[in-house]
């Protein structure tokens, strides 16, 4: 039997270096994923995983279930981590440098969907109106900052923080976290 990344990275706060392993096995192609989304380069997604992951392991005695799944804790890491690079480097790609062509890889959210409680995040998404779920898709799947989302959508900047705050409180309430 599989054992959940709860679990996996409870034992990783401990020491556990196989669990730490399972873990990262388990975890790192969706990771990969969410990574590479963000920064449109595999070299720099895998350098930002390697970063995440190293950060998952000093830091693993602070992750608490009560507060959220492991899988979102990593996800978490690893969105910062590669939000770092971007930043460090300067936006890599605007989406107008990036060729129409349809990823053979599934994208972040339709990975999402195999975990435990993607049904339920994917069915509060679909309740939110459509401006707030593009925002807040393109904030979290595609890395945009909330400037650059008001410069592409050309939304002001407080209309697009507060579409955004109010539609994570929506999906808070929907998934009653």
Not at 35 to 54: G, S, V
Not at 97 to 120: F, G, H, K, N, R
């Amino acid at each position: 039997m599989r054992a959940s990344a709860d679990a996996l990275l409870l034992a990783t706060a401990g020491g556990d270096r196989t669990a730490f392993r399972q873990l990262y096995d388990q975890q790192a192609p969706r990771l990969y994923g969410v990574a590479l989304r963000i920064l449109r380069q595999a070299p720099l997604a895998a350098d930002a995983l390697q970063e995440a992951f190293l950060q998952a392991w000093q830091q693993a005695a602070r992750f608490e279930p009560a507060r959220g799944s492991a899988e979102a804790w990593l996800a978490g890491l690893v969105r910062y981590r590669a939000l770092d690079i971007a930043r460090g480097r300067g936006r890599l790609a605007s989406d107008d440098d990036i060729p129409e062509q349809p990823d053979p890889s599934p994208d972040a959210l339709s990975q999402l969907t195999s975990a435990s409680d993607a049904a339920s995040l994917h069915a509060c998404l679909q309740q939110l109106d459509e401006a707030r779920r593009t925002l807040i898709l393109r904030a979290f799947f595609d890395g945009l900052t909330h400037a650059e989302l008001s410069e592409r959508l050309a939304m002001p900047l407080g209309t697009v923080k507060t579409w955004i705050r109010r539609g994570l409180a929506s999906l808070r309430a929907c998934l009653g976290t």
